[in-house]
RNA sequence: GCUCGGGUGGCGGAAUGGUAGACGCGCUGGCUUCAGAAGCCAGUGUUCGCAAGAAUAUGGGAGUUCGACUCUCCCCCCGAGCACCA
């Protein structure tokens, strides 16, 4: 080439296009006059001061890319960012390095906002939202403050998880695996009053709504386990009268109404003529009253371990009698009342009925303890047996005795009197229909999800705006009836600022930092004027972030939470792009919390927040997450400074499907970059114009030109990036071939890949697409130096390419042709010809006449324009 | 223990009933160069073979089918989530 060469110099051309797209507003969409808005939104980071990995830029780009295909199709595309940095993970950060959160922040801000730009997402750098920010968290307290005011926000005791380490509570969801979810350390269950949202009061709705929306199927799933809905009934059983404990009414709790009775809930009402005996967890109430030392050695042995401790004791299941009976309601039978630590408090009503022949729990501990096992239900194929014997009573002890396993399969009632004959599970509601005629019991669900613990003992959080009145707490006078000395913050005392105190760091004695600070918790009570006292915790950064994405359209009012009239237009996002590690917290508070809203009439015409959710896949580095312990995390700047954003966006949306994950090596970088440079070389050197061109036939090329456009745009309408890059490349491979040999290019096949290739490589694509409208035709060295702004449209508006299928079928079909099954041969033909059977038939027959010769043709398969198998 | 994903060349992956290994990385040989880089050309699952070609091949085993990476059943392995939930 004789031009001058045009190098390409991403480092130049990305800061370049940064800056003029920030300072043009290009992505920055009008929210109120906007046609075909679409809310394309990422999962809010919160940024430590290692910064962004590329663990994050894989998912943010990923997301960008989607944002960017449909802002070509002509939708409105917002796509903000904010950073989620209040709340412990941020705080944790700033302990670890000595520095005051807030001075963190700054930092952090400072640093994630200058690579995340660095990557070349489009965000809208307008609408950024910070959590920490009183702008922000007035709000977040806000909602508090309405959650109290609905009932949905109360006070509890309750053996609740503490971090030892964190030195607060945590929610059920932030525990897994018996760890803290930020430090892993291992979590204590402590009795302590919390603040606690009653999101279980939603258990059903958030159930429901799961089928309404496009979330991958292991989400749905995950969230269903973790509501985890168990329909049964729950039952009184009466303590048999002769038991002589003296039973002092014990601190009220909704499982425990009477002493004189228990109430079980069970799946299995149907097996209720099999319980022998009835479990007590070591913590309900009445066992505290049983004077007996055995009992209560046992019931201390259990409280002084730990759940967890509990658990990895094992199957081995230990118990002790507690000296008292009660009477099973449907056959009076007097049982034994056992204490078992297997039984756990939080769930049910911390008792259960015993059914020993059909739970095999209950079976482990009858054999321990030698209960007796009474078989009320047997296999499906019995059926007819019971129908022969009117009272149902077959062969009590079959099955049982030298069998080491309760039956829980389905199954035909025996032994249980007007119910023998039922099948069971599909006529366990007719039992519950008969309990509930007989007030024996009634029909009832309990749920694995618990409410959500809302409060943390820690200093860089939205403060809890509550304030608490003994005077009036005395006199039984509180905001609401029930709660008497508490009192929310009045909307026009919000927000109530964190204030910048020296001793932030958490003490562990259960209380926030701020309870030393007189300054900030001494205060008026709102309703009588005596002393108060402002409540001292912090709210749970999952609050925080349950809310954002209503926050991102009105950053501009701070008049109101959101402009109303936006939301309708810009609401519910339109597409969510996430990790799939946060589908049971981030993702189940943030339908909760649009629930509530929708409750409360701040919106109107949707209550799940994301219709559709797509969850991509892990970046891993040497097959482990990154993370600093490990001493694995990447960070994207050397490479960016190297290759350039596009070409690190290319490889890692190359890497495998973006729902996968992969594993980061750098050594497939290079090759991106290379690509990369191609395209360049191609689209710099490559041009002529369309005379020139009208004596070669160049019907392939718009053939692979169609094919590239219909299967990129199919594979990223599906977040496919890896196969959509792959056939880019193909098309890639087809222009340089076709310039190899003729040496010109019509502009327009140039045109089209730049198209394709935008939503990847946003910088060079735009680089090249201006030159191009500047110059029409060849690309030349321009006066670099003296920049101007862009003299045409940016390539990120332009339309995307449509495909035209009449381009897209070939001129000579190739088939491939098979003798029972096993590749043999192939023939071409023309497209037209390969309809005809009878034709391609005989033509494929003489080409593996070989195989065929001296046997008889019993079939032949043809599938038109593909394969032909002969069977002999 | 239960639930959900996976298992394909040296590597990342493609193909969801019709030519297994698209696309890329790596590697081998060649061209170009003073040299390097970049670039270009050719090759690259395994086994036998100089080659033509043949056999064989998608964790293992069975099955359905003219035809199976793809569907069904059993087993093995890896990853993720939940876990004494009555």
């Not at 309404?212 to 329909?231: F, N, V």
């Not at 303590?239 to 002589?244: E, F, L």
Request: charged share 30%; hydrophobic share 35%.
């Amino acid at each position: 080439m004789k031009d001058k060469k045009v190098e390409y110099n991403p480092n130049k051309i990305e800061a370049h296009w940064q800056k003029v797209w920030e300072k043009e507003k290009t992505f920055s969409p009008d929210l109120k006059a906007a046609k075909k808005p679409f809310y394309n939104l990422m999962m809010f980071p919160y940024p430590s001061a290692e910064g962004l990995h590329v663990g994050n830029m894989y998912a943010f780009t990923g997301a960008d890319i989607y944002g960017r295909y449909k802002r070509m199709q002509g939708n409105d595309v917002f796509e903000p960012i904010g950073l989620d940095g209040f709340g412990i993970h941020s705080e944790n950060y700033a302990l670890r390095v000595g520095r005051h959160p807030r001075e963190q922040a700054e930092i952090s801000e400072k640093n994630f906002y200058r690579q995340l730009r660095a990557t070349g997402n489009a965000y809208d750098w307008t609408r950024t939202l910070e959590t920490y920010d009183p702008d922000y968290y007035r709000w977040t307290q806000w909602i508090f403050v309405q959650m109290f005011k609905k009932g949905l926000a109360y006070r509890k005791k309750a053996q609740v998880n503490w971090c030892p380490s964190c030195k607060t509570v945590l929610a059920d969801e932030q525990v897994i695996e018996g760890k803290c979810e930020r430090c892993s350390s291992i979590v204590e269950k402590k009795d302590l009053e919390q603040w606690f949202f009653a999101i279980t009061k939603y258990a059903d709705r958030l159930l429901l709504g799961l089928d309404k929306i496009d979330w991958p199927e292991k989400i749905k799933i995950a969230q269903r386990l973790w509501i985890g809905k168990s329909e049964g009934a729950r039952i009184e059983f009466v303590i048999a009268s002769g038991a002589k404990q003296s039973q002092k009414e014990t601190a009220s709790s909704p499982s425990a109404s009477r002493s004189d009775t228990i109430e079980v809930f069970t799946t299995r009402p149907d097996t209720l003529f099999g319980a022998t005996f009835m479990v007590l967890s070591p913590e309900y109430p009445i066992v505290s009253s049983i004077k007996d030392k055995k009992v209560q050695d046992y019931v201390r042995a259990a409280k002084k371990r730990t759940e967890r401790e509990r658990i990895e004791e094992g199957k081995e299941k230990t118990g002790v009698f507690s000296g008292l009976y009660a009477i099973n309601p449907v056959n009076h039978e007097k049982i034994p009342v056992w204490i078992a630590e297997y039984v756990l408090m939080a769930y049910g009503t911390g008792a259960i009925m015993a059914v020993p022949a059909h739970d095999q729990r209950d079976f482990e501990f009858a054999k321990k303890y030698g209960l007796p096992i009474k078989k009320v239900i047997v296999e499906p194929r019995f059926a007819g047996v019971i129908e022969r014997h009117p009272e149902g009573v077959i062969n009590v002890d079959e099955g049982v005795n030298g069998v080491n396993e309760a039956y829980e399969g389905e199954g035909v009632i025996i032994n249980s009197s007007e119910w023998n004959g039922l099948k069971v599970p599909e006529e366990i509601s007719k039992v519950v229909d008969w309990l509930q005629d007989t007030g024996i019991g009634k029909r009832e669900a309990h749920y694995h999800l618990r409410d959500w613990l809302i409060s943390r003992q820690r200093y860089w959080g939205p403060p809890i705006p509550m304030i608490f009145c003994s005077t009036c707490e005395k006199n039984g006078i509180g905001e609401h009836e029930d709660t008497p000395g508490w009192y929310s913050v009045t909307e026009d005392q919000l927000p109530v600022l964190l204030p910048d105190v020296e001793d932030w760091k958490p003490k562990g004695e259960g209380t926030s930092p701020l309870a030393n600070h007189p300054e900030f918790h001494e205060t008026k009570c709102p309703s009588c004027g005596s002393k108060a006292r402002r409540e001292t915790d912090v709210s749970d950064t999952f609050l925080d972030s349950a809310w954002y994405f209503f926050r991102y359209i009105s950053t501009d009012d701070k008049t109101c939470i959101w402009d109303p009239e936006r939301a309708r237009k810009w609401l519910p996002v339109n597409m969510y792009i996430g990790g799939a590690e946060h589908s049971v917290l981030h993702l189940l508070y943030v339908r909760f919390i649009t629930m509530a809203f929708k409750d409360w009439g701040l919106i109107s015409h949707f209550e799940e927040p994301f219709p559709r959710f797509f969850a991509h896949g892990l970046l891993i580095k040497e097959r482990a997450k990154m993370s600093k312990s490990r001493g694995n995390v990447v960070v994207p700047d050397e490479y960016i400074a190297k290759y350039g954003a596009d070409a690190l966006r290319l490889y890692l949306m190359f890497l495998g499907p973006f729902d996968h994950g992969g594993d980061f090596r750098d050594t497939g970088i290079e090759g991106m970059y290379r690509f990369v440079k191609r395209v360049w070389r191609l689209v710099t050197q490559g041009l002529s114009s369309k005379d020139q061109l009208s004596s070669i036939n160049n019907q392939e090329l718009e053939r692979v030109m169609n094919r590239a456009i219909k299967e990129v745009s199919g594979d990223i309408e599906n977040l496919r990036y890896n196969t959509a890059i792959a056939h880019i490349m193909e098309y890639v491979n087809a222009l340089i071939d076709f310039h190899t040999k003729y040496k010109i290019l019509d502009t327009k096949y140039c045109k089209s890949l730049l198209l394709l290739l935008a939503p990847f490589a946003p910088h060079m694509t735009e680089e090249l697409w201006q030159r191009l409208a500047v110059s029409g035709l060849r690309i030349e060295e321009t006066n670099q130096t003296k920049r101007q702004l862009p003299t045409a449209k940016s390539i990120h508006f332009e339309p995307w390419p449509q495909y035209d299928e009449k381009y897209l079928v070939e001129k000579e079909a190739t088939i491939v042709i098979q003798v029972n099954g096993k590749r043999r041969g192939e023939i071409r033909i023309q497209s037209s010809e390969s309809r005809i059977q009878s034709l391609v038939e005989g033509k494929a027959r003489k080409e593996v006449e070989k195989y065929v010769e001296g046997k008889d043709v019993k079939n032949v398969i043809y599938i038109p324009g593909k394969i032909i198998n002969f069977v002999v």
